[in-house]
């Protein structure tokens, strides 16, 4: 679910630039990159505690049956 978040990120970063909204797409993909990079180094990703929060992880799925 994460990769189809960035995937769409990225898709909405793609539309900025083409309608040549070019200061808001770099900020947009700084953002990204920033956060990115923090989840990398770090470990700690925002974005998965917000999907956690949102949608149940897969293992609830499998403990009910």
Known sequence: MQRIIQAIILGFIMGLAGAQMFKVAFLVMLA??????????????????????????????????
Do not use: D, H, Y
């Open 32 to 65: 990204m990159m920033i956060s990115l990079l923090v989840a990398g180094v770090t470990g700690f990703c925002p974005g998965l505690i917000i999907l956690k929060k949102i949608f149940p992880p897969c293992e609830c799925e499998e403990n009910k049956g």
